[in-house]
């Protein structure tokens, strides 16, 4: 395809899909994705961000590109995290509404066309809800609902149940989106605290199509604890209370003892209970001093100012970039 093919006004829809070791599903991503964009005959664009991948990823893409006009790709430097590719390729979209999904084609391409709809009738953020959770067993799923409920009752900021990344924004949520600064991209609280109209459509969350999910339950848990120190500050402050709360007791104990003493004399020391309180209360300030340090790296980071991602190459359609 030459320049000229290229559209001039922006498009009306852009579809982000951050791809990391995502290589066997390129094919069997666009094969079923680019006959449903047709059908909806809007102009759009895709934005494949690969994610430092490992395997064939980036040639495929390119691959795909040659008999495709409609797809631009962002190569980042290294693998920099599933919420910053999807930074990187929001920041990149130029559609009047962006619709970001997985690679894997467990967002179904075929609920865009509802999404759209949504948007139509003046939506600025439709999510997309799972119906289930599919490939998940007993042990994640209850994960999954403590984090909710640690979650809402530790912040501000209500996360919508089951839902994941796929939903359509207007650009004008993705236009605030990108010009918030903050380095720890916990993307569904992100998404959640932005607000606009908001509506929601039903779509069933498949199997992954090829290969295996990213994530295992240590990244899952360093993510869980970041989307919460990033959207709370309980975490820090609850040990304020809980000083002042052992204080008290403590106090308390110390006037009982006084008083014990003067009316019936001094007993024998117990040695294990200055032992277990000694113990305790280190415990919760090593606990506390870890918290407070987690929420320094986290400062550390922001100071630094370092930039979300590095983009190690933009491949346009026309061969620029
Ligand atoms: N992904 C990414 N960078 C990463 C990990 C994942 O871009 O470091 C992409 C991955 O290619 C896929 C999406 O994020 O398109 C979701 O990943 P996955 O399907 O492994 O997650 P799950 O569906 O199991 O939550
Ligand atoms: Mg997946």
């Not at 953020?125 to 119906?131: I, K, L, S, T």
């Not at 796929?166 to 380095?183: A, Q």
């Not at 007791?249 to 200055?274: C, N």
Request: charged share 25%; with cysteine; hydrophobic share 45%.
């Amino acid at each position: 395809m030459t320049a000229d093919s290229q559209p001039i006004s922006p498009p009306t829809l852009s579809v982000v899909i951050p791809c990391y070791n995502e290589g066997e599903n390129v094919a069997l991503l666009f094969g079923r994705l680019l006959p449903v964009l047709e059908g909806l005959a809007v102009p759009f664009e895709v934005i494949c961000v690969n994610d430092g991948s490992r395997d064939d990823t980036l040639d495929r893409l390119l691959e795909a590109q040659k008999g495709e006009a409609r797809l631009r790709i962002v190569d980042l430097s290294r693998n920099f995290g599933k919420e910053k590719a999807l930074s990187a390729g929001l920041f990149h979209s130029r559609g009047r509404a962006v619709v970001p999904m997985d690679a894997d084609l467990q967002h179904p391409p075929e609920a865009i066309a509802d999404l759209l709809a949504k948007w139509r009738e003046g939506f600025e953020v439709v999510f997309a809800r799972r119906d289930a959770r599919t490939g998940q067993g007993l042990s994640e799923k209850l994960f999954a609902k403590g984090f909710y409920w640690v979650f809402d009752h530790l912040s501000d900021v209500r996360l919508p149940r089951e839902v994941g990344d796929f939903r359509l924004m207007d650009r004008k949520v993705v236009d605030t989106i990108n010009r918030m600064p903050e380095r720890s991209r916990f993307m569904k609280g992100i998404f959640a605290w932005v607000g606009y109209r908001q509506a929601e459509i039903v779509y069933h969350q498949g199997e992954r199509a090829a290969g295996t999910t990213k994530f295992n339950s240590w990244k899952l848990l360093r993510f869980a604890f970041d989307g919460l120190t990033s959207f709370s500050n309980f975490p820090l402050r609850v040990w304020g209370g809980v000083g002042a709360m052992i204080s008290s007791l403590a106090f308390l104990y110390i006037v009982f003892r006084l008083i014990r003493a003067m009316i019936w004399g001094v007993d024998l020391p117990g040695y294990e209970s200055i032992l277990m309180s000694v113990l305790f209360l280190g415990g919760i300030q090593l606990l506390t001093l870890g918290i407070i340090g987690d929420y320094l790296g986290r400062v550390f980071d922001e100071v630094k100012g370092r930039p979300l991602f590095i983009v190690r190459q933009l491949y346009e359609p026309d061969g620029t970039g």
